[in-house]
């Protein structure tokens, strides 16, 4: 489903590292459903509960979130933030901040104005076995990347509220996101700030 750039919501997690490094995840939505737009707050709750507590359990517990916002793409006067402290929670030594896990986002077309890509946060040493993450890891990566997809209200957690979207500048329109892959060696983000969705 194509959406006009107008119709796009920047959903963004801040945080801190364990060395006071700031730390942003980046996602882009499209409201599912209409009257979710009467209450910021309540599409705050929706995303701190049914997604970022997914997420940040393949975090490492050196780093915390304490952020989420919401912005109109092309007004971001319009949304709200929400106060959080949501640690990580893989524990045992921490990967560098780089070395982070890759999701790649698909959409129904082909192209790479079509699909985009977000870097997670740090996690554990653990999670790596010769250079690449175990499929433990991939699995627990795979949870997490897939509470991103579909939001869904903060009651019930059944009905649909936001859909992730992969966002094109150059199009001036947002495409849905139906499917993902998790790249199996780590990625090293030296050339992006640390934790920057891209």
Not at 19 to 43: C, E, K, Q
Not at 63 to 91: F, H
Not at 98 to 121: C, E, K, L, M, S
Not at 178 to 195: A, E, M
């Amino acid at each position: 489903m194509s959406t006009p750039i107008e119709d796009v919501y920047r959903v963004t997690l801040q945080g801190r590292a364990g060395y006071g490094d700031a730390l942003r995840l980046t996602l882009h939505y499209r409201l599912t459903v209409a009257g979710a737009l009467n209450s910021f707050n309540v599409l705050l709750q929706a995303l701190r509960d049914n997604m970022m507590s997914v997420y940040m359990q393949v975090v490492h517990n050196s780093a915390v979130c304490d952020k989420i916002t919401i912005r109109s793409y092309t007004d971001p006067v319009v949304g709200g933030d929400l106060a959080v402290s949501q640690v990580g929670g893989i524990s045992g030594d921490p990967l560098p901040q780089q070395i982070a896990p890759q999701v790649i986002w698909y959409t129904d077309f082909i192209g790479p104005r079509y699909r985009g890509h977000n870097h997670f946060w740090y996690t554990g040493e653990s999670k790596l076995t010769a250079g690449v993450w175990t499929s433990g890891a991939l699995t627990e990566f795979a949870t997490a990347a897939d509470s991103m997809v579909v939001v869904n209200d903060e009651l019930t957690n059944l009905i649909p509220w936001m859909q992730l979207v992969v966002l094109s500048k150059s199009l001036q329109q947002a495409e849905d996101v139906t499917s993902r892959v998790i790249t199996q060696d780590p990625r090293n983000q030296l050339s992006r700030t640390i934790g920057r969705g891209a």
